[in-house]
């Protein structure tokens, strides 16, 4: 069952003047299953972080639709966006976005505070989630006591805690080391694998060869897509990198 429909999606931005004219996106059309794990992937300026922002309700298409359950979410009003991302999405950054003066616990709570949460109910769903990803001895703890990675985990509990229907991760292993990054990943495939639909962007090819299904945009279409079926990770990173060369038309590191 399709989760999210991009149909005909495209993005064209003016200059401050309008002289000029940019198509960040040309003519994207996907679809995401329920319970996928999609990575995205291209070189810099193919329009992955267009990409993202309009699924993410964060910007608007020139054209085309973006549907979640449905529901084509380039149509809701500025009213009700806000509300609408907090009550079907999750976020995961490069840069965790964790409030320094907040604990990881007011962090994780933050968007069902502001969803109007009991707090009963609030405490009933972090504690699975913290003792899933390692971090229930951690969430008295400040942002800035911790690791990356702990921050991180803390980052992904607050996406999961909404129990959202889509999960949208921004480069979620740029900013750690590769230790944090492989715990990370490993994460991200258990919480997959409890039915949690997950879209990665990354340039990242160990990252990328996680995901269940990789889509490479180029010049704002979508160029190539590479399914994982049987394949290990080290196979899929190999296929990975061999379609980044051919995309890019050189070396490709990882």
Known sequence: MSLLEISHLQKIYSTRFGGVKVEALSDVSFTVEQGEYLAIMGESGAGKTTLLNILAALDRPTGGSV???????????????????????????QDFNLLDTFSLKDNIFLPLVLAGTPYREMSLRLG????????????????????????????????????PELVLADEPTGALDSRSSESLLHLFGKINEAGQTIVMVTHSVRAASHAGRVLFLRDGQVYHQLYRGGMSTESMFARISDTLTALSGGEQDE
């Open 67 to 93: 549907c979640l359950s449905g529901r084509d979410i380039t149509k809701i009003s500025d009213r009700e966006l806000s509300a609408f991302r907090r009550d079907h999405l999750g976020f995961v950054f």
């Open 128 to 163: 699975p989630i913290a003792r899933q990803l390692g971090i229930a001895e951690l969430l008295d703890k400040y942002p800035y006591e911790v690791s990356g990675g702990q921050k991180q985990r803390a980052a992904v509990a607050r996406a999961l805690i909404t129990r």
